[in-house]
């Protein structure tokens, strides 16, 4: 761990250029697409499932909702937010996040960066789940409008197996997807916290390095960082159990967000 990183989150060094409370009663679509990945799939599929209710966001799997991608990502669900979105025509391979090789557009997409970092703090208040099946993840992509501005940052990844009543696993660091510069440095650290209440993760991204907090305390660094903007994704997933049918009585699954805020430095 780097000592240059201060052991607790200084945000005085930061003002805050975006910042959604979901104090209204719909999602503000001039920063956020209600959509995973939308290229990939089609409409019906890659829609989130929300509600905003008393200045929070519930990000939702129901029980009728169907798998996103079924034929190359399986019967995996999701009800995920991004605040951009880069594909080329229909038919093409071109688009972000090339999760499997054979990935074609289905869907035309306007391209758009509505809410994009470059360098500061991205931070967001929230609380996961413990269920089995379910993940939650706030992270950030990029743009992708080049082939190697394609890496990512989680600030957060917590996985309901992974979540113990003393405490839990928490995803967090940098994948390269097709990023030369970028070298795949990420780790489940295990914190002492109760996940389903309330806490904030934040990663304060700086030149040639990223650090992860959780309720404003110093977990790690890594000494290497994107030098592109990056776009907001923000969602629920729920991972298929082999031989464990899903049960209509167990929806929905909800994922509590009270705010998402990105600072720049003063």
Same mark, same amino acid.
């Given at each position: 761990?780097?000592?240059?990183?201060?052991?607790?989150?200084?945000?005085?060094?930061?003002?805050?250029?975006?910042?959604?409370?979901?104090?209204?009663?719909?999602?503000?679509?001039?920063?956020?697409?209600?959509?995973?990945?939308? +290229?990939? $799939?089609?409409?019906?599929? %890659? #829609?989130? !499932?929300?509600? *905003?209710?008393?200045?929070?966001?519930? =990000?939702?799997?129901?029980?009728?909702?169907?798998?996103?991608?079924?034929?190359?990502?399986?019967?995996?669900?999701?009800?995920?937010?991004?605040?951009?979105?880069?594909?080329?025509?229909?038919?093409?391979?071109?688009?972000?996040?090339?999760?499997?090789?054979?990935?074609?557009?289905?869907?035309? +997409?306007? $391209?758009?960066?509505?809410? %994009? #970092?470059? !360098?500061?703090? *991205?931070?967001?208040?929230?609380?996961? =789940?413990?269920?089995?099946?379910?993940?939650?993840?706030?992270?950030?992509?990029?743009?992708?409008?080049?082939?190697?501005?394609?890496?990512?940052?989680?600030?957060?990844?917590?996985?309901?197996?992974?979540?113990?009543?003393?405490?839990?696993?928490?995803?967090?660091?940098?994948?390269?997807?097709?990023?030369? $510069?970028?070298?795949?440095?990420? #780790?489940?650290?295990?914190?002492?916290?109760?996940?389903?209440?309330?806490?904030?993760?934040?990663?304060?991204?700086?030149?040639?390095?990223?650090?992860?907090?959780?309720?404003?305390?110093?977990?790690?660094?890594?000494?290497?960082?994107?030098?592109?903007?990056?776009?907001?994704?923000?969602?629920?997933?729920?991972?298929?159990?082999?031989?464990?049918?899903?049960?209509?009585?167990?929806?929905?699954?909800?994922?509590? #967000?009270?705010?998402?805020?990105?600072?720049?430095?003063?």
């Amino acid at each position: 761990m780097s000592s240059e990183e201060p052991a607790i989150l200084d945000r005085s060094r930061y003002e805050v250029a975006f910042d959604d409370d979901f104090d209204g009663t719909t999602l503000d679509e001039r920063h956020w697409l209600p959509h995973y990945l939308p +290229q990939w $799939s089609t409409p019906d599929r %890659t #829609v989130a !499932r929300y509600r *905003i209710d008393d200045g929070v966001l519930q =990000l939702r799997i129901e029980a009728d909702q169907p798998p996103w991608c079924p034929d190359l990502d399986g019967d995996l669900r999701v009800s995920s937010l991004q605040t951009g979105v880069f594909a080329g025509p229909v038919g093409s391979a071109v688009g972000q996040l090339q999760f499997h090789p054979d990935v074609v557009v289905r869907s035309a +997409q306007q $391209s758009r960066a509505l809410v %994009t #970092v470059h !360098r500061g703090l *991205i931070e967001a208040r929230m609380r996961a =789940l413990d269920d089995p099946r379910a993940m939650v993840a706030l992270w950030m992509i990029g743009l992708e409008d080049a082939p190697e501005r394609s890496s990512e940052i989680c600030v957060a990844e917590i996985f309901g197996r992974d979540v113990r009543p003393e405490g839990a696993r928490i995803g967090m660091g940098v994948r390269s997807w097709a990023d030369p $510069s970028i070298t795949d440095d990420f #780790v489940a650290e295990e914190l002492p916290i109760r996940v389903r209440d309330w806490h904030t993760y934040a990663a304060e991204w700086t030149e040639g390095r990223v650090a992860w907090y959780v309720d404003d305390r110093l977990v790690r660094v890594v000494e290497q960082s994107a030098t592109y903007p990056m776009q907001i994704m923000l969602g629920i997933y729920e991972l298929p159990i082999a031989d464990d049918p899903r049960q209509p009585a167990a929806y929905p699954k909800v994922f509590d #967000v009270d705010w998402v805020r990105v600072s720049r430095r003063a």
